[in-house]
């Protein structure tokens, strides 16, 4: 008999072998209705799965990500079992589950096209192996067996990542006919699946290698209410008129060039005033809470990166090394702003007293992105990061944690991202060649994270594998106003680059100490956050922020002498505004102008000239009356300090 423990923490007693499914029907036929997966003592496992010795147990229903994690892996086995009868001969590369989805990378074979024409087909086939209710059985298995298995398929890919794994550790999934080298979990059979949906095509290099075979990746989603699918392709429509890369574009706030380089944008006049705008909101908060302003060069030498431990880490994803004319001396663009700020700390001498130290900089970093994964400003090769390093006290750092998370919720408040979690980020305890620094330095380090959250009262999740490779770290996961989940700030304690630069104070007892440094993004970086912000407000954006706030149409061209003089007076008062003198009627221009989202349209004709006011319409809101000059620079200036919090 083994012993089952629950989240409320009562115990029951089961025969060893019982499966997690088993368990979930002792409790309630309902529950075991609802139920997608299990986690024993913190592992993910199939439901079918034989449970061997005691264990602590969670049930994830649908909300859970390991739920849908589970549901949408066995959706991409159910896509290649449907390819695999209708592509006979057809090779495998991978086919995970993804953040709202799952893929599968596959070779039809020389000569053989899978087309966007093609996806209803197959999409058809899946429905009908779904409804088959086919069981999904798990197989343990040696390597050899396994590389026999899929070599007399003649399937490299599978065979490739098999020879790559350790004997012992090897399990295979089967669903119908369909064989696949995999970890797993998976549902117990095919039932569940009730609403199915491809996508999209794409192409991907076999391993993210460009010098390897490109294989068609294949986009799906499934669900298990037909309803759940529905409210999800709305979702997406919605997506798609909120996309930044159509709505920047409309704007005109930045542009991609061939001619310079894929992944490296171009800010256009109205998206670098929108840009620095965020800088400069930033930048004055920063000083309010005692930071000092640093600038570094977009390169450094080798060497520095060799000590930070960056070039070992992310030596594949950065740009290669650029030669100088003297012999031996190479340099990189650099691929994090830290390894400088280290530097920038060494270059005077610190007492306790100067401690905490805060050193910010707007430092532009270089990251090498493989083609197919660049994506608008979101994934690009060239952005700039909101970056900050504190250096302080041992016993400073938890208080010093605590206040970047008020520096995050002030700024997520400012600019209306109201709905979000946070993630705290561990090292994987079973890979730990993946990171630099001592267990006691780590062990430390994710205490202190975990306990200043929850002083600070958060909502958290712990995810072990998913911290920087110097130290674990608090990740601010925000949700737009479509749902969408999106990675921005982040928190992040480091003990080891002090050591590795040999950072130190001089303490109390007049001795030599070594500061802990804490890395902090609030925005991540500006690209991403704008293109989060255009998607989440699609374009239309907070009045103290947008490019534009005010525009002004003269019914004709004998108010442009008018005209101007509102302009004047507006500008005048910082107040950014426009005249729109186009010969058109003022129904055209509203048109127009409310499609460029310029939040404020003030029309003016002779009963506007004759009484020194302007008739207001509130973009997308109609008319709200007429003002006079000063009314309305009073009205603007109001909403701007309520949308800042400014008292």
Known sequence: MINITFPDNSTR?????????????????????????????????????????????????????????????TSAHLLAAALEELYPGIKFGIGPSIGNGFYYDVDPGDGKVISESDLPVIEKKMKELAKQKIGIERIEISKARALEIFDKKGDEYKTELISELEDGNISLYKLGNFVDLCRGPHLPGTESIKAIKLLSLAGAYWRGDEKRKMMTRIYGITFPKAKLLEEHLLMLEEAKKRDHRKIGKELELFSFSQKVGMGLPLWLPRGSELRQRLIDFMTAELKRRGYTIVTTPHIGNVELYKTSGHYEKYGSDSFQPLNTPQEGEQFMLKPMNCPHHCEIYNASPHSYKDLPVRMAEFGTVYRYEQHGELHGLTRVRSFTQDDAHHFCEPDQMKDEFKKIIDLVQWTFKSLNFTDYTAQISLRDASDKEKYIGSDENWEKAEKAIIEAAGEKGMQTTVVEGEAAFYGPKLDFM????????????????????????????????????????????????????????????????????????????????????????????????????????????????????????????????????NSSTVSVRKQGKGDIGTMELEEFTNFIRQQVSEELNIK
């Open 13 to 73: 007693e089961y025969e060893s072998g019982v499966s997690s499914l088993d368990i979930a029907n002792s409790i309630s036929p309902g529950l075991a209705r609802q139920v997608y997966a299990a986690s024993l003592n913190g592992e993910t496992r199939d439901l079918s799965r034989p449970v061997n010795e005691d264990a602590r147990i969670v049930f994830h229903k649908w909300n859970d990500e390991e739920a849908r994690h589970t549901f949408w892996h």
């Open 478 to 609: 925000v949700k737009d106003a479509i749902g969408r989940e999106w990675q921005l700030g982040t928190i992040q304690v480091d003990y080891n680059l002090p050591e590795r630069f040999d950072l130190s104070y001089t303490g109390s007892d007049n001795q030599k100490h070594r500061p802990v440094m804490l890395h902090r993004a609030i925005f991540g970086s500006l690209e991403r956050f704008v293109a989060v912000l255009i998607e989440s407000t699609a374009g239309k954006f907070p009045l103290w922020l947008t490019p534009d706030q005010v525009i002004i149409l003269p019914v004709s061209e004998k108010y442009h002498d008018y005209s101007k003089k509102v302009l004047n007076f507006l500008n005048n008062s910082d107040i950014r505004t426009l005249i729109d003198e186009r010969n058109e009627k003022v129904g055209k221009k509203i048109r127009d102008n409310e499609l460029r989202r310029i939040p404020y349209l003030l029309i003016v004709g002779e009963k506007e000239e």
